[in-house]
């Protein structure tokens, strides 16, 4: 037997069927496996694998330290990547995702309120790939785009498939990823893109670049961009002058009320610079405290070196993020 479990379910947040989950439930049931999904841990040795799967940010509360010792638990998702998406086998993204292996924890709520009908709409969706299949039937219900790589040269075919939907707007469960501004203000006129979508650029943007694509921004649409396109530092004075550059991009977008999250970019040694992800961490959480508050004694001997050397960031350090000027 197979045990899926979608940790997602018991966060408080909204309801959406978690794709990684209805691939590996139709990719076993098409080998002729019995599989459950799991909403404890109770049984858990009855099953030959348990697959759990966490996308969403937050404090994991419902796996037990036991649970990660074992042998037979496989874990995965963009919560254990730090952000990233992690490929799943070609043979399992090729099955057509198996919407059923959600019923069990429909029937274990009322869905009453019109929050709660919300998500069983959601749960009623239709779950798509566009490298799957040519998709050319109208679609009545709720539609989720579940391919974990649409970029900005996805645009064109997403138009030639709205015209299949009824004009109505699509949803995409992993963030899409963009290579310029220009590509992105595409996406966010176009009539089928929904208002609450996380958007990724795989570059760093200046924040005129930040402030131009922000007013196209609609409803809870949040914008990532990398904290550094640079990623190799040989000398203290660079990566000193790097996080100067980072706080001064990071208050100027808090100034202008600019909405957007920063990663680090990914081949980025980030041990050999420890600074910058404490400079992440800060920024992400709209921490009410300075940089230098945030930190802990480490980093504040660090923020201590680079002010003495150069006098004229001290501001960048101990600003309040929030009342920056």
């Known amino acids: 037997m197979i045990g899926l479990y979608d940790c997602d379910l018991f966060d408080g947040k909204t309801f ?45 509360i419902t796996v037990t330290p036991d649970i990660y010792t074992r042998d037979n638990v496989d874990f995965g998702g963009m919560f254990f990547t730090k952000g990233i998406y992690s490929p799943i086998p070609q043979e399992v993204l090729e099955c ?6 959600y019923e069990k924890y429909i029937k274990s709520r009322k869905w009453e309120t019109k929050a709660e009908r919300e998500e069983l709409g959601n749960a009623r969706a239709e779950f798509i790939s566009i490298h799957q299949r040519k998709v050319t039937e109208t679609h009545q ?35 899409i990823i963009m290579d310029s501004v220009a590509g992105a203000i595409k996406f966010l006129t176009a009539d089928w893109f929904p208002s609450q979508q996380h958007i990724y650029f795989r570059k760093e943007l200046s924040v005129e670049e930040m402030e131009q694509v922000s007013q196209y921004r609609k409803g809870k649409i949040i914008f ?102």
């Open 16 to 60: 959406v069927p978690n794709p990684e989950i209805m691939l590996l439930s139709s990719y076993f049931k098409k080998k002729g496996e019995i599989v459950h999904l799991l909403l404890d841990f109770k049984n858990i040795d009855l099953y030959q694998k348990v697959y759990i799967r966490k996308n969403r940010n937050g404090k994991q």
């Open 96 to 101: 057509a995702p198996d919407t059923t292996i």
């Open 141 to 175: 219900r709720k539609v989720f785009i579940i391919d974990p790589d649409i970029t900005e040269y996805d645009y064109e075919y997403l138009c030639n498939i709205q015209k299949f939907t009824l004009s109505q707007v699509f949803h995409f469960y992993y963030p």
């Open 224 to 325: 990532f961009s990398y904290l550094n396109d640079k990623y190799r530092f040989k000398t203290q004075e660079e990566e000193e002058e790097l996080i100067i550059d980072c706080l001064e991009k990071i208050l100027e977008t808090r100034k202008r009320k600019l909405f957007f999250n920063f990663r680090i970019h990914p081949r980025t040694r980030t041990g050999s610079i420890p600074l910058l992800s404490t400079v992440e961490k800060w920024c992400n959480l709209y921490s009410n405290k300075s940089f230098y508050e945030f930190c802990d004694w480490d980093d504040k001997i660090r923020c201590r070196r680079i002010v003495g050397h150069y006098p004229n960031s001290k501001d960048l350090f101990f600003s309040n993020i929030f009342n920056y000027k």
